[in-house]
């Protein structure tokens, strides 16, 4: 089911494109028609896609789409949910596929403390270990916080600084803490919840956040944006959430698309 195909999408420019900085495009939401969404992505302009790895399983999956599809690349990493059992041959292997060529980014990596599926204490360890290694691999990070500002604060900065950098992804803060991880160096990656009725300190913290420090992102196939709120999210959607951002940004989509996709790719080090 294409819910693309109800309501069209807004429209960018010619020449002007954006990037779904954060997809899980190896889950099995997309197993039936992964080919039709990549190509309704790039109808739409969303011509490159990173699919993020949240435990060794689905890392092995997002190096071998990022392999298959041109405009898919990867990150490896182990959430904070997936922690738990996570040893030294787990960590060879990260490293590993940290070598593939299309790997550009290192996470999801993080603390979760609203469903804590792992110790807070497990968490805190492999976060910080999983910093090191990324940061031994010249790769820049991708940060899950959930519940944990400022435990996931309080680590960064004592293992900063990161010349790679990273990016808060599906950033849940308020304008002070946007503040906060622009000064450390890191970008804010704004998500679909951006949209929604009632997201107005997501929405203050993107007007406080400098154009040249967002990016946007599905975190497909989770938080679709409105008017596809509730349905499978796509990164075709992101266009939704672009859009969003330019008008509280006060500005149209085309400039918003530049600067977002210019971030991503200097970020990741993505060839145009």
Avoid: W
């Avoid at 190509?39 to 790895?53: N, T, Y």
């Avoid at 990016?215 to 709120?229: I, S």
């Amino acid at each position: 089911m294409s819910a693309q195909k109800e309501i069209p999408l807004p429209l960018l420019p010619e020449g002007v494109s954006l990037i779904d900085t954060h997809c899980h495009l190896d889950m099995k939401a997309y197993a039936g028609d992964l080919e039709q969404v990549l190509a309704r992505a790039a109808g739409a302009g969303v011509r490159q896609v990173l699919s993020i790895g949240i435990d060794l399983e689905s890392s092995r999956r997002a190096v071998a789409l990022a392999g298959r599809h041109e405009g898919v690349f990867a990150a490896v990493g182990i959430h904070p949910h997936h922690v738990e059992g996570v040893g030294e041959r787990d960590y060879e292997e990260l490293r590993d596929l940290a070598a593939a060529p299309r790997v550009v980014g290192y996470g999801e990596i993080g603390i979760d403390l609203v469903k804590q599926y792992a110790p807070a204490p497990l968490q805190l360890e492999h976060f910080r270990r999983q910093i090191r290694l990324a940061r031994d691999l010249v790769l820049p990070l991708i940060i899950h916080d959930r519940g944990a500002h400022k435990e996931v604060m309080a680590v960064l900065r004592e293992e900063g600084p990161f010349p790679a950098g990273g990016v808060m992804h599906c950033f849940s803060g308020d304008a002070a803490l946007a503040r906060e991880v622009v000064a450390l160096g890191f970008h804010i990656s704004v998500p679909g919840v951006v949209t929604f009725n009632k997201a107005e300190t997501l929405q203050e913290a993107v007007r406080a956040t400098p154009l040249d420090r967002l990016l946007v992102e599905t975190d497909g196939p989770f938080l679709a944006p409105v008017p596809y709120r509730g349905k499978r999210n796509e990164p075709a959607c992101v266009l939704y959430t672009a859009q969003k951002v330019a008008e509280l940004k006060k500005t149209d989509l085309a400039v918003v698309a530049r600067a977002t996709t210019a971030n991503a790719r200097r970020l990741f080090r993505l060839e145009g």
